[in-house]
């Protein structure tokens, strides 16, 4: 059975601009601010190893911490979120979810809402790379080609934000994180399969922009770093923004809101993860 046509309340035309307008936000005021405090971050942490381990040593092995940081995470573009998942875990089956906790577990202070935020990160581009591979196989119905474009638009911005906590994990010699938030993919993955057309896409993707940002603005009250801090500070808005841009998509005011539409004067954190 095909399914029914979603009838976008906006033109396409609007959601091209606004996803335009975000992507010109993200590269020329949010990555460069972001580049800062890592950079910044990252010489924090140099500097404490410095006073605690050999210098000889330390110059040895520093030399490769931006170089691996800052490289993308490699995410399959495959139709289920399932087997998105399943790919990104070391030895795990397609057909199950990545052993996420193997990869976040022992980590305290900084470094944990580091990990944790990473793969909430994780989550959003499997999550955006199962819908589009859906869309494109048409599962989805006739899907506008303007929410693709900005599906593609935010899986790739939240890359970048994996890539950034990721960057600074490696630089305290800890394990990147390439696994999925172990709490919430289960009911992704649930979510996304119940998933028929484009407004239902839109809803999920909605729910875990939300989650993120409400993670970013507890967890940021328990970070001690001050670049730490401004890290967090930098990508928490972009959450906020796709989640205008969904709203938008969805017809509804583009804001966070509560179950009946009304807008809400502050953000509320009832879905962060900790």
Same mark, same amino acid.
């Not at 110059?59 to 490289?71: D, F, M, N, R, T």
């Not at 202070?109 to 955006?128: F, I, T, W």
């Given at each position: ?26 590269? /020329? ?31 040895? =092995?520093?030399?490769?911490?931006? +170089?691996?940081? $800052? ?14 998942? =399943?790919?990104?875990?070391?030895? $795990? ?12 577990? =022992?980590?305290?202070?900084?470094? +944990? ?27 989805? =119905? ?17 890359? /970048? ?35 028929? /057309? ?33 890290? $967090? ?42």
């Amino acid at each position: 059975m095909r399914a029914p046509r979603f009838n976008l309340p906006v033109s396409e035309e609007e959601i091209a601009r606004r996803t335009t307008e975000l992507d010109e936000l993200h590269h /020329d005021v949010a990555m460069p601010s972001l580049r800062t405090s890592l950079e910044e971050w990252t010489d924090d942490l140099r500097s404490a190893s410095m006073r605690t381990t050999d210098r000889r040593s330390f110059l040895l =092995g520093a030399g490769g911490v931006l +170089a691996g940081g $800052a490289a993308l995470v490699a995410i399959s573009t495959t139709p289920g979120l399932a087997a998105a998942a =399943g790919r990104a875990g070391s030895g $795990a089956s397609s057909s199950n979810p990545p052993n996420a906790r193997g990869g976040i577990r =022992g980590l305290s202070g900084d470094l +944990a809402v580091a990990a944790l935020a990473a793969s909430l990160e994780n989550l959003a581009v499997y999550a955006y790379s199962a819908g589009i591979s859906a869309a494109s196989a048409g599962k989805l =119905g006739p899907v506008p080609p303007a929410v693709v474009t900005f599906a593609t638009t935010a899986k790739s911005q939240h890359m /970048d934000h994996a890539a950034a906590w990721n960057a600074l994990l490696t630089a305290s010699k800890k394990k990147a994180v390439t696994v999925t938030e172990p709490v919430l993919t289960p009911t992704v993955q649930k979510a996304f399969a119940k998933v028929t /057309d484009i407004a239902g896409l839109a809803e999920l993707a909605l729910t875990l922009e939300n989650t993120a940002a409400q993670t970013y603005q507890v967890e940021s009250t328990r970070l001690h770093a001050k670049r730490a801090i401004a890290t $967090a500070a930098t990508i928490q808005p972009v959450e906020m923004q796709h989640a205008a841009i969904l709203y938008f998509v969805l017809g509804k005011y583009p804001g966070t809101q509560d179950s009946s539409g009304s807008p809400l004067a502050f953000n509320p954190t009832s879905l962060a993860v900790s």
